[in-house]
């Protein structure tokens, strides 16, 4: 008798465990994941978009973004969508310079929703 107590409480330990190891623990955090941005639908400030696109843009892709030596902007929104245009300002490529280092995420997020508009 005194056996099968010890054997049943015995279970229940085990049991307790698995059910704590189960559910009880804190869930695993992911790792610490770049903080998904999210660009805005419309530009908030399309007067500084303006100001940085001739401050920054201007002399590679044209007075009008009529285009230079780079492509031209002024449709750009039809071929590229606002996530595209923001990872292309940051990261830049193909003799267009990245502008992670010169512009915060929020003017890029900016520029990025102002040119997905130009159709
Ligand atoms: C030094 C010149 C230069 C500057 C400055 C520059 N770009 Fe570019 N940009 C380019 C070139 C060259 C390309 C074409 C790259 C390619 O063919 O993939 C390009 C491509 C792009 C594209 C993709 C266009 C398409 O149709 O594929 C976007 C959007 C763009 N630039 C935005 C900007 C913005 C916004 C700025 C200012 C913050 C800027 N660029 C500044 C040279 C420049």
Redesign the pocket.
Known sequence: MQKWMMFGGFMAACLLGIFLLTFGLPEKTAPEQEEAFVIPEQPSDIGSAEA??KN??L???GTDMQGN???A?NQ?GS??TKEE?YK??LNG?????A?KEK?TKEEIAN?SSW?AQMK
């Open positions: 940085i696109y920054s843009c002399g590679c892709h030596m780079g492509p902007l750009v071929h590229m245009v292309r300002i490529g193909n003799g267009m310079p502008f512009l520029l040119f």
